[in-house]
């Protein structure tokens, strides 16, 4: 399986879809995440994302091997950023493709609720009146 994993602070959702791509695929879904302008009725003035990367990196990895054994997807492109963002940008790009639809899309479900639970990437966000971490920060 190929496979494009990326850690950056700008993500490019093209190069995610153009990467998976294939002749072979009957099926690519894509997740692009954004960042909301409201949370929990309070307006959201940025987002601070940080991260481990070298085990970020090995995580997502992981991610797509599981995808790859549960699912035989064929590419994967899993792409999230680090840095201050604003709302509206992108902040995770996922790509999947797969011979058959129901795969590309139970595969991209499956990478992106694991990716929030099992990847070292915490979020920081920031309000008018304060700013909390969305999980533990180390």
Not at 7 to 34: L, P, R, W, Y
Not at 91 to 110: D, K, L, M, T
Request: some cysteine.
């Amino acid at each position: 399986m190929e496979q494009l994993i990326r850690i950056a602070e700008h993500i490019d959702t093209a190069e995610a879809i153009a990467f998976v791509q294939s002749e072979k695929s009957g099926g690519i879904v894509t997740f692009i995440g954004t960042v909301r302008n409201q949370t929990q009725q309070k307006k959201v003035l940025k987002l601070v994302f940080e991260c481990y990367e070298p085990m970020a990196i090995l995580e997502m990895e992981k991610i797509a091997a599981q995808m790859q054994e549960k699912w035989q997807v064929q590419r994967v492109a899993i792409l999230h950023v680090t840095g201050e963002k604003l709302p509206g940008e992108v902040v995770v790009a996922i790509a999947v493709a797969a011979p058959h639809r129901g795969a590309a899309f139970e595969a991209c479900q499956y990478a992106i609720d694991t990716l929030k639970e099992t990847v070292p990437i915490w979020k920081q966000e920031f309000f008018e009146d304060g700013a909390v971490w969305v999980a533990a920060h180390p």
